[in-house]
């Protein structure tokens, strides 16, 4: 009888990836998966710190593992991920329950990990793998390429991993390591096998993924590949960063069907000033420029962005020009975060000087304006055909399917289908971010 894992996720999609990798080294290993770390022999954390919150997480579900080893010694509980590698051999004196604590580049070697803990070992693997002169690594490896998950109707392929920004707030240099590309072959190779496992929708990932570079392919080259694999319904990609997005990159959004109308495309904040001190290296008439451009040939296009409000000096005219950049931007969506100072980033040494109170406030009232914003959005697409890639059953509703329009909207139809269809939908109404609609008469399944 198979042991059972269960394995927690915090973050990212990249996270969200290697835990679905992780998974299936693991059921190679012998493992099946439950939903319930009750009922589990080894339990793993895949973590997340590019936030503090996500890690308070962490230790707070440690916590609460604890009982669970106190009950039964033989349970194996490890940390893996961002806030692994970030902390290292504190999370093995501060948290005895745990044995296991590994950085995203060793995941793979869970089963080398594995047969040292029942030897009575607790592990710490956080050591890099060497990153290649020409920054092209293939870092998943062969033997693992064909052990994705569809989850659904989508999968996940990480095209680069790590960073070499340095964005003074952002951690991911050091807990993902400088960047690395795989090349277009073995890229490919992974998607062909999702592809053929059930994915109709496939998300290209990366910390800066346009900034993908294998040789001579670049990140045009390598989402044009992608774009006309047979079988392939729609792909996604992110995150891009403001100084790698170009005109010719949206042009080829707006030709290719396959190429999904929404783009993720993070700004921070609006005060040039403030951009200097991040080493964003972007100015935000750039950045808006760039929108501009792209709206224009594709008027259609979703976007939405990441931004911190109380960023260290920043002044409450520099906050106004981030309100004035969403005003401008009319995003879909935002993801807002008040600052905080995160380990072994250059802004951890600034004084976090804007008052907890004042970080609330601003986070408070981006979160209105863009509550305007979106409402008034969700509104004119009251009456609009779209397409919706059906990802789900509802949870609560009979009848009702989930699923995901071109620009990444949630929507909720009418009707019994399959997921993986894609139905073309009239849409009637809408209750905050998510769009209900009525299938029209033809229906299409890919």
């Known amino acids: 009888m198979a042991q059972k894992a269960y394995l927690q996720t915090y973050g990212c999609q990249m996270n969200e990836h290697d835990s679905l990798k992780m998974k299936g080294v693991l059921e190679t290993d012998g493992y099946a998966f439950t939903d319930t770390p009750d009922d589990a022999s080894l339990i793993i954390v895949n973590t997340c710190s590019v936030r503090h919150n996500p890690e308070n997480k962490v230790y707070s579900l440690l916590g609460r593992l604890r009982k669970l080893k106190e009950a039964n010694p033989d349970v194996v509980i490890g940390v893996g991920g961002c806030v692994a590698q970030q902390e290292g051999e504190s999370i093995l004196r501060r948290e005895k329950a745990v044995v296991l604590v590994f950085g995203p580049d060793n995941f793979f070697r869970l089963p080398e990990m594995l047969a040292r803990v029942r030897e009575g070992e607790r592990v710490l693997m956080t ?228 008052p907890r109170e004042v970080k609330e406030d601003r986070l408070a009232r981006a979160i209105a304006l863009q509550a305007e914003i979106t409402d008034k959005r969700m509104a004119r697409l009251v009456g609009t055909e779209q397409s919706v890639l059906i990802d789900a059953a509802h949870a609560r509703r009979r009848g009702i399917m989930n699923g995901r329009t071109d620009g990444f909207r949630p929507v909720s139809v009418e009707g019994d289908f399959e997921i993986g269809d894609i139905v073309p939908v009239s849409v009637t109404g809408y209750s905050n971010h998510w769009l209900e609609a009525k299938p029209l008469a033809v229906t299409a399944s890919v």
């Open 127 to 354: 050591q890099w793998q060497k990153r290649p002169g020409d920054h092209v690594q293939n870092f998943v490896p062969e033997e693992w390429i064909e052990s994705g998950h569809v989850d659904g109707c989508k999968a996940y392929i990480a095209i680069t991993k790590g960073c070499d920004n340095f964005c003074t707030f952002c951690v991911v240099p050091y807990t993902r390591g400088r960047e690395v590309s795989r090349d277009l072959d073995n890229i490919l190779r992974e998607a062909r096998y999702l592809i053929n496992e059930g994915a109709k929708e496939i998300w290209l990932l990366g910390q800066n993924v346009n900034s993908y570079r294998a040789g001579d392919v670049g990140f045009y080259e390598l989402l044009d590949a992608v774009s006309q694999l047979d079988g392939l319904a729609r792909v996604r990609f992110t995150s891009p960063h403001p100084n790698d997005w170009n005109d010719r990159l949206s042009d080829l959004m707006a030709e290719r069907d396959t190429i999904c109308n929404q783009l993720h495309i993070p700004f921070q904040a609006g005060s040039d000033r403030l951009l200097q001190v991040m080493n964003r290296q972007h100015t935000i008439d750039e950045y808006l420029r760039k929108i501009e451009y792209m709206r224009g040939i594709n008027p259609a296009i979703e976007l939405s962005t990441d931004l911190i409000v109380g960023f260290p000096t920043e002044t409450e005219a520099e906050f106004a020009e981030t309100l004035r950049v969403l005003e401008a931007a009319q995003f879909t969506q935002i993801f807002p975060f008040k600052y905080s100072p995160r380990p072994l980033t250059k802004a951890s040494d600034m004084n976090d000087d804007v």
